[in-house]
């Protein structure tokens, strides 16, 4: 027979196959029918779990129940492991193990949900890849910038041109042959959170006309723009919304009877109609952003 270690060791993670080496060392694996074509067993961790390991013409077909879905599990490597051995087939040494298995993903599922459950203060950079590791099937797709181009520095003062200017270049992204509305979602919420980190932070230093002008054009492009061009189904949405409800209450907080509200009001009740929620102000939004977080 060939070794079956040998095939699983190049598609599995080191730190996966060493805890089926752990099950065969503590006697987990329990073989209920073994030739040289096939293996069933049941390897018991927390849980008891089938596997079934079998040769067909272009290689092995495994399957195990337990939840894990990232590729070979280590229930799979446990039993391919006492397979091998049956058959009197060595283990792969220690180093063979470290050189030949595959790296793990830079990312891990508890750090998306951390992004999901802090969102205002989420690393960007996972929300930028994680489609690439945890979606079904990772297409290829166009990489964007990390942000827009904008100007940086906190104490120039904003102006309503230059944050069109940026918004028009995330638009032109949306073009690019490559870009895909699913796989590159992460990617615009990202760019669109960090330029409007950029914007709060130049806050202080712009006049209160300019900012609530442009605050209001930025949720209008949000509803118009942004959510065309995105797939949100990952909910990555919440990345830019939060950071306008910021703004939005610390304006309101800074100018709470600026004349210029009325208008930037009327902005966001136009576009609640539009959205399907008449009623959304400006106050709304703050409130469910004092909700949200
Ligand atoms: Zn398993």
């Known amino acids: 027979m060939k070794s079956v270690t040998q095939f699983y060791l190049d598609k599995t993670e080191e730190a996966v196959w060493h805890r089926g080496e752990d099950y065969v060392n503590k006697g ?27 040769w067909v013409t272009n290689g092995l077909r495994k399957s195990c129940t337990c939840p894990y879905k990232r590729g070979i599990c280590k229930h799979v490597v446990a039993t391919a492991l006492v ?13 063979m193990v470290r050189f030949r298995t595959i790296q793990p993903p830079p990312i891990s599922p508890r750090q998306i949900t951390a992004c999901y459950n802090d969102p205002l203060n989420a690393d960007l950079d996972v929300i930028r890849i994680a489609v690439d590791y945890y979606a079904l099937s990772p297409k290829a797709h166009a990489r964007l910038p990390r942000c827009p181009r904008i100007e940086t520095h906190e104490k120039v003062p904003l102006t309503f041109e ?30 669109f959170s960090e330029m409007l980190e950029i914007m709060e932070k130049r806050l202080p230093s712009s006049p209160s006309e300019v900012m609530i002008k442009v605050m209001a054009h930025c949720v209008d492009w949000f509803y118009r723009e942004f959510e065309q061009r995105i797939d949100g189904s990952d909910g990555v949405w919440i990345f830019p919304v939060t950071r306008i409800g910021k703004i939005v209450a610390r304006l309101l907080d800074i100018y709470p009877s600026h004349p210029a509200w009325q208008e930037f009001n009327q902005i966001v009740e136009k576009v609640g109609d539009w959205w399907g929620e008449p009623g959304l102000n400006a106050e709304e939004i703050a409130r469910w952003r004092d909700q949200c977080l």
């Open 28 to 54: 987990r694996v329990r073989v209920e029918y073994y030739d040289d074509r096939k293996i069933k067993a049941v390897v018991s961790g927390k849980e008891a779990y089938k596997v079934t390991i079998r």
């Open 83 to 95: 397979w091998d051995e049956l058959f009197g087939i060595a283990r792969p040494s220690k180093d």
């Open 162 to 191: 230059e944050v069109k200017k940026a918004l028009n270049e995330m638009e032109k992204w949306s073009r690019r042959r490559e870009y895909h509305s699913y796989f590159c979602a992460g990617e615009m919420a990202a760019a």
